[in-house]
Structures are given as structure tokens and as C-alpha cells.
Nanobody, 126 residues
Framework: VQLVESGGGLVQAGGSLRLSCAGS????????VGWFRQAPGKERELMAS????????YYVDSVKGRFTISGDNAKNTVFLQMNSLKPEDTGVYYC????????????????????WGQGTLVTVSS
């Protein structure tokens, strides 16, 4: 699976951005797709994920109510709609995928995610 992110940029606090993660090579069926953020000087952290089969979603507490993860089957693409952005949302956002089979467990460890995109930078100014 090859993943290509797009949609990052510079936005003022309170603004919105939509990130896209396009998958190629195979469909996301049976996979979970997640968005990780790596802020300067910090470890990569899972922000949101979606299980392609069933649509189960996960959000870290800091983005609940502001971010929405969704998928488009026809385009084999996952989106992350980010609203009410805050300066602390700044970082490089990575799309990642791993095969889940029938498991609905959330994989927080980055080592469990096999496929990664190149990352897209999001900068939120105050």
C-alpha cells in the first residue's frame, strides 16, 4: 500500500483544513487508516483512526469534537477534517495503515503501523 497525503498548510487559529490520504496498490478493505501528528521535539502520536470494515473511529481526547476522520471507498482515500484549529495542532501529519483483519483494537504503537505516507505540514498561527 502506498499512501500520499495532501492538504496541509498554514492557517490561523480557529480555521479549518482538510487532509487527504490517497491509497494505491490495494484497497483499504481489512485495514485501519490513521492520522498521526508529530509536533516539533515530540514523538509521533495517533490523532484519529478509522477501521475500513465497519467504520469504527477513534479520536484522541484533544481533538474530539474538532476533527473528523472519514473514508471514501470509491477513491480509496481517507480524509481528516480539522476545524477550530489551535496552535498546539501544529506539526507534521502522517497517514498510516495497517491490516486489522477482524480486530477492532486500536494500535497506538507506531511500530504496529506498516505503511506510512511522507507527511504533510500543518502550521496554525496564533
Amino acid at each position: 500500500v502506498q499512501l500520499v497525503e495532501s492538504g496541509g498548510g498554514l492557517v490561523q487559529a480557529g480555521g479549518s483544513l482538510r487532509l487527504s490520504c490517497a491509497g494505491s496498490g490495494r484497497t483499504f478493505s481489512g485495514y485501519a487508516v490513521g492520522w498521526f501528528r508529530q509536533a516539533p521535539g515530540k514523538e509521533r502520536e495517533l490523532m484519529a483512526s478509522i477501521r475500513w470494515s465497519g467504520g469504527n473511529t477513534y479520536y484522541v481526547d484533544s481533538v474530539k469534537g474538532r476533527f473528523t476522520i472519514s473514508g471514501d471507498n470509491a477513491k480509496n482515500t481517507v480524509f481528516l477534517q480539522m476545524n477550530s484549529l489551535k496552535p498546539e495542532d501544529t506539526g507534521v501529519y502522517y497517514c498510516a495503515a495497517h491490516y486489522t483483519g477482524f480486530s477492532s483494537n486500536i494500535a497506538f504503537d507506531t511500530r504496529l503501523w506498516k505503511y506510512w505516507g511522507q507527511g504533510t505540514l500543518v502550521t496554525v498561527s496564533s
